[in-house]
């Protein structure tokens, strides 16, 4: 009887041991599926989380090439615009000191060009007032009256505040040749040409 009891046991206890590592394999095998699925999960958010990282940072890198090249931009326009209204200005000052002989050649021309009915007041700068001798004037004259144009003209005893050219008054209305002001107003055409023998555009 007595034998029959620990058999009874010693099965018991064989069936608990059995039982036993049969869980414990199970469970280790458990704990190394959780932890190979959370080293993939962690690989895979690693991934997602460089992936977004550098595609931030490319972001920014485009980003920051973007305002560097539309700084760069704004710059070499800005240099060009510089060198630009400094070639105008030179081309006013050679108009300005031209030898007398082309000055008053280039006055001239500008006049006959000027001039519609032969009735108009001429004003000039006080430069010009002093320096243009009295044959400018016959030979203006000469000169329009070939053209059908008798001529009444008369100087202003006033001065203009202009460095070179002229003022014609006519009816009541005043036309400004000076050379400022017609650089200004041909600029946006001549412009263009300035920029193409500056720059090698066009």
Known sequence: MKEGAERIC???LADARE???KISAEAANKADDILSGAEKEAEKRREQILGRAQKEAEEQKRRILGIAQ???RKKMLAAKQELIDEAFKQALDALLNLDEQTYLAVLQEMLLASIKTGDEV????PRDKDRIPELFWKELNS???ATGIKSKLSISEEVAEIS???ILQSGGIE????FNSLLEMHRDELEMEVAAILFNEG
């Open 122 to 125: 001429i004003i000039l700068s």
């Open 164 to 166: 070179g050219g002229f």
């Open 70 to 72: 539309l700084d760069a």
């Open 175 to 178: 036309m400004n040749n000076s």
């Open 10 to 12: 010693r099965r018991i």
């Open 19 to 21: 039982k036993a590592e």
């Open 143 to 145: 000169k329009l009256a």
